[in-house]
């Protein structure tokens, strides 16, 4: 895909989506730190499920690390790995409180050092809750980026740096959310709707369902 078709990929995806965020639900950065952490190898759905009941009784740092690892468990069992997720955030909470001031850091280095946050978790959070314009590569953006000839590579890392290089400054803030939407509902893994695409004319996928 060429300077001017990727222009014009991400004009029609900010014409069709004008104001993208995350489908998971949370109401401060800690929230949304804790939501993402959850969010591995599951999906948006199940997590505001379980984080509906958690988030009340547990919306702050201080709140949910007294729950402990065990009480935690009773709301996240419905998630996948929630035993290894449970000792996380609970680990996480307590770093936050003893080295941040309970406070999410705004800061790659000190994201990853927390427990259960790898390069995809800081990147989501840096840019949703504090408007970095970072790009989080998950098997969607990946799937898409290679589909596409958006940002074709190897691995995650690779896609994550092209897509860094050819997107359009003006769109790097929202371009993670239009990406992950359009690969989670349109550009599906097994049948991509390629009728319903607005890029398709511009998509370089040799098995365009058109």
Known sequence: MNKTQIEKFYARLAASNPAP???LHYASPF??????????QATDVGVNKATARLFP????PELMAALGTEGLADYIRTIGLYRT???????TCRILLEQHAGQVPDDRTALEALPGVGR?????????????????????????G???GLAPGKTVLEVEQ????????KYKKDAHHWLILHGRYICKARQPECGRCVVAELCCFAGKTL
């Not at 929230?31 to 591995?40: G, N, Y």
Request: no cysteine; proline share 5%.
């Open 162 to 169: 092209k897509l860094l290089r050819v997107t359009p400054e």
């Open 31 to 40: 929230q949304l730190l804790i939501a993402v952490i959850l969010s591995a």
């Open 120 to 144: 995809k978790t800081a990147n989501v959070v840096l840019n949703t809750a504090f408007g970095h314009p970072t790009i989080a590569v998950d098997t969607h953006i990946f799937r898409l």
């Open 57 to 60: 009784i547990a919306p702050t």
């Open 85 to 91: 997720k449970a000792k996380n955030v609970i680990a």
């Open 21 to 23: 965020t995350t489908e």
């Open 146 to 148: 290679n589909r596409t």
